[in-house]
């Protein structure tokens, strides 16, 4: 079992900059390819949570939406059992609850455990 607990949100001015951090619990979390997720507003439905960036169990192996590419940076110490979303030159369209989620596997998106969310909005 593991468990994970986002923190960091908050509102941000569009063009602004938040880090999110989530914090990992468990014999076997080092383990696992970690995500963050988004959820917009108004949307209930955890199947319907948009994928932001994923690193591997070590660190090396990264990806992003195309939405966020070249605005967020991750990281990830395995150390300290936490991963990093740093979110660059925020726009509204940024607004929404981020989870972070353990995946099955690095290369895809099906997600083992999810934490309980951060709220992010971005409004001026």
């Known amino acids: 079992q593991v468990h994970l607990v986002e923190s960091g949100g908050g509102l941000a001015r569009p063009g602004g900059s938040l880090r999110l951090s989530c914090a990992a619990s468990?014999?076997?979390?080092?383990?696992?390819?970690m995500a963050w997720f988004r959820q917009a507003p108004g949307e209930e439905r955890e199947d319907k949570r948009e994928f932001v960036a994923a690193v591997s169990w070590d660190g090396i192996g990264k990806r992003f939406s195309d939405s966020v590419r070249g605005r967020f940076t991750l990281s990830r110490d395995n150390a300290e059992n936490a991963v990093y979303l740093q979110m660059n030159n925020l726009n509204p369209d940024d607004t929404g609850v981020y989870y972070c989620?353990?995946?099955?596997?690095?290369?895809?998106?099906?997600?083992?455990?999810w934490g309980q969310g951060t709220q992010v909005t971005v409004s001026s």
């Open positions: 989620g353990a995946l099955v596997r690095f290369v895809n998106n099906d997600v083992r455990y």
């Open positions: 468990g014999r076997t979390a080092s383990a696992y390819a």
